[in-house]
C-alpha cells in the first residue's frame, strides 16, 4: 500500500481527465454507462480511489445520494437532451451549435459531480484493504455484471493502475 492519507488524496478532476484519454478507457466507461447503466462519474471516483489506496465504503450509498440526485435532477437529462438532438442535427445541421452548448453544460455539470465526489473522497471512503481482490472493493459501486461488462472493469483496473502514483 503507498503512503496517500487521507488528506493528500490528489485532485480528481485532472485525474479523471488523464484517465479518460487513456487507451480504451473512455469507450468502456460509456458502454459501462449505456449498457450496464453505471455512473461514469461514480466509476472514476472509485477508481481514483483505489489509485491512491482508497477504497468506497461498504455501502456508499447515502453519502451517494446528494452526488446522485444532482446527477438525475443536472447532469442526465442535459446528456439526454444532446443525444436526442444529435439525431436531428443530421437534418438541421444549424442545430449543431445548441447541441454544442448542451455538451458544454453536460461537462460543466459532470465537473460539478465529481467536484462533490472529491468531497466524499475522506469521508465515504476507507484505507484500501490489501487482501481484497479490485473487483470486490469496487461491488458497492458496480454491482453484478455481465461476464463482458466485467472484462471491461478489468481493462479499466489495468489502465488505472498504470497511472498510480510510485509507492514511497
Not at 149 to 168: D, F, G, K, T, Y
Amino acid at each position: 500500500m503507498g503512503a496517500h492519507s487521507n488528506r493528500n488524496l490528489p485532485a480528481l478532476w485532472p485525474w479523471a481527465l488523464a484517465f479518460y484519454e487513456r487507451p480504451g478507457v473512455s469507450d468502456a466507461l460509456l458502454e459501462l454507462q449505456d449498457e450496464a447503466g453505471l455512473d461514469v462519474c461514480e466509476l472514476l471516483w472509485g477508481f481514483w480511489l483505489l489509485t491512491h489506496d482508497r477504497t468506497p465504503v461498504a455501502d456508499p450509498a447515502s453519502a451517494l445520494a446528494p452526488v446522485r440526485q444532482w446527477q438525475q435532477h443536472y447532469t442526465q437529462p442535459l446528456r439526454q437532451l444532446r443525444r436526442d438532438l444529435k439525431a436531428q442535427v443530421a437534418d438541421r445541421p444549424e442545430l449543431e451549435q445548441m447541441r454544442t452548448h448542451i455538451k458544454k453544460a453536460e461537462l460543466q455539470g459532470e465537473h460539478e459531480t465529481l467536484r462533490r465526489l472529491e468531497a466524499l473522497g475522506i469521508s465515504a471512503s476507507i484505507p484500501r484493504p490489501e487482501h481484497f481482490s479490485f473487483e470486490a472493493l469496487l461491488h458497492p459501486l458496480i454491482g453484478e455484471l455481465e461476464i463482458h461488462h466485467q472484462r471491461l472493469i478489468s481493462h479499466l483496473r489495468l489502465e488505472s493502475e498504470n497511472m498510480a502514483p510510485p509507492s514511497c
